[in-house]
Each structure stands twice: as C-alpha cells, then as structure tokens.
C-alpha cells in the first residue's frame, strides 16, 4: 500500500524527471514498435504469397479414372496436405483461357485440347515447407501414370531464402534495438533514482529494511516502463496511420505483440530500478 | 550503549582517521565529543551508527557489533539510534508533519497511529503550529527541531548529533540545546560533536571527551 502510494506521489512531485524517463523509455520502445510493424508486415506479405504454394501433378492423358481416384485418395492422406482436386482437360483448358486472356483467341481455335488433365494438391497452412513440398512431389512423382509435379521450384526456395534473411535480420535487429533501449531506460531511471538519493539515504538511516526501500522504486520503475510503452504505441499507431494514409496499405499489429511490448516495458523498468537502487542501499 | 573498543579507521586515499580509540558512551549519559576538525569527530559519528566499519577494533551499538552484523540488518540498529546532523537532511518538498510520519511509515508503524504520533512529536520539539509548513519555509533552528523530532520518531536509545547548532544562531543553538538536555533528562543518552568550546562550557554536567589527530586526549569523566 505505502509502495504505491509513494510510486504515484513520486510522479507527482517530480513529473518533468518522470515524465522525461517515460518518454526516454518510450521512444526507446518506439523504435521496436517500429521493428515489429515492419516485421509484422513482412510476414504478412510473405505467408500471402506462401498460400499460393501448391503442387501440381500432372497425369497422362491415358490414366484411368480409378488410377486417378487411387492417386487423389492416397496423396489427400499425407497429413500435410489440406486438399486434392482433380482438374480435368475441358477444367484445364477453361481456367487457362480465364486466366491468360490475351490467349484466348488461340485456345478457342484449337482442334486438340493440349492440356493435360492434373491433381492439384493443397497444403495446409504452417506445413508449406520447401521440405514438404518436395517429399510430396516425390511421392507423386512414384506413380507410372505422372508425367510430372510441379510446384515452381526457384520461386519457393527463394520465397524460403526471403523468409530466413526476413528472421535472421528481424532477430539482430530486435536484439540490438532491445539491448539500447534496455540501457536508454536504465539511463533514464538511474537519473530519477539519483535525484532521490536523499530520500533513500534518510530511509537507510531512520532503520528502514531494503525491501521496503526499493519496492516503491520498483513499482515506479514498471510505472515509468508501462508509460513509455503506452507512448511508443500511440507514436507507432501514428506512424502507422500516416503510413497508411500516404505511402500504402499496411497491417496493423496484433494485440499480443502490443501487450508483449507494454508487459515487457513494465518489466525492463523494474529491473533498471532494482539494479540502480542497489548501489545506493550498499552506502549508508 | 556506545562502545568502541580499540578501534582505528584508514581510508584508502585518507591515511588514518582515528587509532586506537576505545571509548564507552553509557545509559542516560550526555556526551560532548570535542576537537578541532579533522580530528575524527564526524568519523567517530559514522562508526557508532555502522555507517562505516573500522579498520580495526570493534565497535558495539546497544548490543550489535560491528563485525557480526551484516549491511541488510543494519536497519535494526538505526531504529535504537536517532541521528541529527548539521545540514538537517530534511527531505524538500515535505511539510514538517510529512518529515516526521515518513520515518513512522518506513518502520512499521500502524497507518492510524502515524499522524498522531508525528504530531506528538512535533509538539515536544515545540513546532506544533509549524506542522504544515513545507520545510523549505522554515528557519534553521526550526528545520534542525524537526530533524530532531524525526530522530526521536522511533523512540532511540541514544541520539547521535553531529554539529548540530554549526549551522545556527545563538537563539536557535540555545532552543536546540535545551531540547537535548530536555530529551536527555529523560533518560536517553546523547552523544554530540561540536568543535564549539564555548557550547561545551555552558554545559558543564556533561562528559566531555577530545579527539586529536585520531587519538582520544581527553575524558572528563576519567579526569
């Protein structure tokens, strides 16, 4: 109770020393909302286009329907695999004049429907691996009446080599950025705890215990934390609306990500408090 | 309640500040402790609230000793042992009232009974009407009169002055002395530096003792 009567009254009787911590913690963390907009929308771009992976296997015209129903059956067991359609010629030839309609003129002339009736496999999402893709195609490809599975090989590995440079970089940037807003909040903190050295030196000699001298200190810390989070998530909202507005669509980020980024603002600033108030129990 | 028993104290950068000093401040006692500055008065101050740890020797404060107790309990101690400084080490931005409840509040003490207490005390400190004045608004007799009232907050064995009047005028030295006779009167010992010989004179009862370069030359009370 006393703990946090004294966290609230210390914002109250220095709110420039406080107010400037938070906003020292909050930029800190703003840069991180930043990562983490950006990475979120990395993401998001790149499973988009990893939903379009799938395998197409394509079959001989003389492949018979039970074959084809053998094939559609079996490979809709693999546990990876969401769905299996069968495409048919006349299908084929339909989805083709659709989709490439600057070609229709020449698929309309055709006496001879060229091409091949094909099972096209769905995965399910999280399982669309450059690893299972190829098992899958491999399984395919062991049936005599597949000519061939294709799932567009350069593009999925280098979707895959996007998405591990996209990790790779998000996690040393994350970490770089996590360790100089850490020392920017410990900074920021070690200056309010400092300018109250006297208070604590007082409470040392009036025989108060080292507990009850640094929980204040750490509820005000977390208080500081939970304050600077809450402001570099206005300024990343900001960011993000003007983004939007001007340059182009963007995803916002999910709620657990903001709670994760305030939670651990809260917690970088009690831990800066309890490590700057040490030096000062160890003095009187 | 005080006992340094052959203690000496070296500071890194410092060289010696006491050797071999071994004095023994007793129940219901007051104590002048004289000498000019650099004498080891203030050094003196420090090791009888464990502030600081000698070198060598011991130092027992109403019964913990110096090499027993560690810096986390310290906090048993301060709560036997009241302290005054020069400078009053009030916290600013607090009322007198708030000064003194702070130490009521930091100790325990149960929420109703803080605002009482602290006015008790301001009123035996004779500051009653000044309660509510922030200390910055105070004058310095009054301030040291509240940094005694806090130091009488958690009703001490002993209370340790060090230069307490050094930053007073006459009238104010006077109210504050009186206060300390008045105090020890009731039983509780006081342990005060001065290097004001002409305050010691006024108050010939007392025990006088004098530090010279780190040694003790002088105990009245073995003259």
Avoid: C
């Avoid at chain 1, 009567?5 to 930043?34: C, H, K, N």
């Avoid at chain 1, 977390?222 to 900001?238: D, E, N, P, R, V």
């Avoid at chain 2, 129940?27 to 000019?36: A, N």
């Avoid at chain 2, 010992?189 to 003790?216: F, I, Q, S």
């Amino acid at each position: 109770m006393y703990a946090i009567r004294e966290a609230l009254a210390a914002f109250r009787r220095a709110p420039v020393l406080t107010g400037l911590a938070s906003a020292m913690v909050g930029l800190a963390l703003y840069v991180i909302g930043l990562l983490g907009l950006a990475t979120y929308n990395l993401q998001q771009a790149l499973s988009t286009i990893e939903d379009r992976v799938q395998i197409a296997v394509y079959l001989r015209d003389d492949t018979r329907q039970s074959e084809i129903d053998l094939a559609q059956a079996e490979l809709g067991e693999i546990p990876e695999v969401r769905a299996v359609r069968f495409i048919s010629k006349r299908e084929a030839l339909e989805l083709a004049r659709e989709e490439l309609p600057e070609f229709s003129a020449l698929f309309s002339d055709l006496e001879v429907n060229p091409l091949p009736q094909s099972l096209e496999v769905e995965l399910i999402p999280g399982e669309r691996s450059q690893e299972v893709v190829e098992r899958i195609s491999a399984a395919a490809l062991r049936y005599p009446f597949v000519e061939d599975a294709r799932y567009g090989r350069e593009w999925v590995d280098r979707l895959f080599a996007l998405r591990r440079i996209g990790a790779a970089t998000t996690f040393a940037m994350g970490s770089a950025f996590a360790v100089v807003a850490a020392l920017i909040i410990g900074t920021a903190l070690r200056i309010a705890i400092f300018a109250r050295r006297e208070e604590i030196y007082v409470m040392r000699l009036v025989g108060a215990t080292n507990g009850f001298i640094r929980r204040p200190f750490l509820l005000e810390g977390a208080l500081s934390g939970l304050l600077g989070g809450g402001l570099a998530w206005l300024m990343t909202w900001a960011t993000y609306r003007g983004v939007y507005a001007f340059l182009f669509q963007l995803a916002w980020i999910p709620p657990t990500w903001i709670f994760a980024g305030l939670a651990s603002g809260a917690f970088f600033g009690a831990i800066a408090s309890a490590l700057a108030i040490g030096r000062h129990l160890r003095q009187v | 309640m005080i006992k340094l028993t052959n203690v000496s104290k070296e500071y890194a950068k410092g060289g010696f500040a006491l050797r071999d000093v071994s004095l023994h401040v007793k129940k219901g006692e007051f104590v002048f402790l004289t000498g000019h500055s650099g004498s080891g008065k203030s050094t003196t101050m420090r090791l009888s609230h464990m502030a600081e740890r000698p070198t060598s020797g011991e130092v027992r404060v109403t019964g913990y000793t110096s090499d027993r107790i560690t810096q986390r309990a310290l906090w048993k101690i301060r709560r036997r042992v009241g302290f005054v400084f020069q400078d009053f080490r009030l916290l600013p931005g607090r009322t007198a009232l708030e000064n003194v409840s702070f130490v009521l509040e930091v100790t325990g003490t149960p929420r109703k009974d803080i605002v009482p207490r602290a006015q008790r005390l301001l009123t035996r400190v004779g500051l009653t009407p000044k309660a509510g004045s922030l200390v910055h608004e105070l004058s310095g007799g009054e301030q040291q009169r509240v940094a005694i009232a806090r130091a009488l907050a958690n009703s001490p064995y002993v209370l340790l002055a060090d230069e307490p009047t050094g930053n007073l005028d006459d009238r104010a030295t006077r109210g504050v002395m009186d206060l300390f006779w008045d105090i020890n009167a009731n039983g509780m010992a006081v342990l005060m530096a001065t290097h004001d010989l002409e305050l010691v004179r006024r108050y010939p009862k007392a025990r006088v003792l004098e530090l010279d370069n780190g040694r003790l030359v002088y105990d009245s009370a073995a003259a």
